[in-house]
């Protein structure tokens, strides 16, 4: 809404994503919005998963649609070595909102002992883990 103001009250809005070669848009959530992601160029591996933790997957070609249902977690995936692959996404609202995994749990202050212990790891792991989400000087 900040960059098209008439997007408010429309319950629309959309996104368009790049993605280089051999990159991802890590698993997230949009809490108020479902997504219509559609191919324009390139290949993505796409999926979500659902409430009952069931991983639905789909490799998409140019001109392909997929869904992600409102809320649930979800990633792209460009695997291709060589080419970009570029997509518009389309959320049925003006503010969907993202939570981004990897940064929810990994770079807010959740306490080590938390995240070792939830995922069945230790300490120095999720130092790891958070030491490559720090923001760049």
């Known amino acids: 809404m900040a960059e ?8 629309v809005s959309y996104a368009v994503l790049e993605f280089p070669s051999n990159s991802t848009n ?4 949009h809490p108020r919005a479902a997504e219509l992601l559609f191919l324009i160029d390139g290949t993505l591996e796409v999926g979500f998963v659902d409430t009952k933790n069931k991983l639905f997957t789909q490799s998409l070609q140019v001109g392909d649609l997929f869904v992600f249902p409102k809320g649930l977690a979800h990633f792209q995936y460009n695997a291709d070595p060589q080419f970009p692959a ?7 609202s ?3 909102g993202t939570v981004s995994i990897p940064n929810t749990l990994f770079a807010t202050g959740v306490d080590d002992n938390v995240l070792a212990i939830s995922f069945k ?3 120095a ?10 923001p760049k000087p």
């Open 26 to 29: 890590p698993p997230h959530t």
């Open 86 to 92: 570029l997509a518009v996404s389309a959320f049925g």
């Open 121 to 123: 790891t230790d300490v």
């Open 94 to 96: 003006a503010n969907a």
């Open 4 to 11: 098209f103001p008439a997007l408010n009250g429309q319950s």
């Open 125 to 134: 792991t999720i130092q790891k883990l958070k030491a490559g989400l720090a």
